[in-house]
């Protein structure tokens, strides 16, 4: 059974930071391209970030380039998005997704990846 799983959510006060997990099962995730992406209540999804399969090449919604970090460990089957500078406008649901790539242009479109995780809510609140 293909799945994805996130976790490392959670409460945490502005200014701090969280590591985000993304372990697959049922399939090799080496051979996907990760994207991470994020649902604030009331608000449309948006893309994150994405990590390539190949050479790990990375990419990076603007407005958080310099706060996130994407890395993925083959060996572990997982991706990680480090978050750092945390703000209450980051609070939202985080859900990671496997698709055959990912770019610069198309990090952020959901269509292009085929299996979801279920989220893990992070919440930034004093």
């Known amino acids: 059974q293909v799945q994805l799983v996130e976790s490392g959510g959670g409460l945490v006060q502005p200014g701090g930071s969280l590591r985000l997990s993304c372990v697959a099962s049922?399939?090799?995730?080496?051979?996907?391209?990760i994207g991470w992406f994020r649902q604030a209540p009331g608000k449309e999804r948006e893309g994150v970030s994405c990590i390539r399969s190949s050479a790990g090449a990375t990419y990076y919604a603007d407005s958080l380039k310099g706060r996130f970090t994407i890395s993925r460990d083959n060996a572990k089957n997982t991706v990680y998005l480090q978050m750092n500078s945390l703000e209450p406008e980051d609070t939202a649901v985080y859900y990671c997704?496997?698709?055959?790539?990912?770019?610069?242009?198309?990090?952020?479109?959901?269509?292009?990846?085929?299996?979801w995780g279920q989220g893990t809510q992070v919440t930034v609140s004093s």
């Open positions: 049922g399939f090799t995730l080496d051979a996907y391209a």
């Open positions: 997704a496997a698709g055959p790539f990912c770019s610069e242009r198309y990090y952020d479109t959901a269509a292009l990846y085929d299996y």
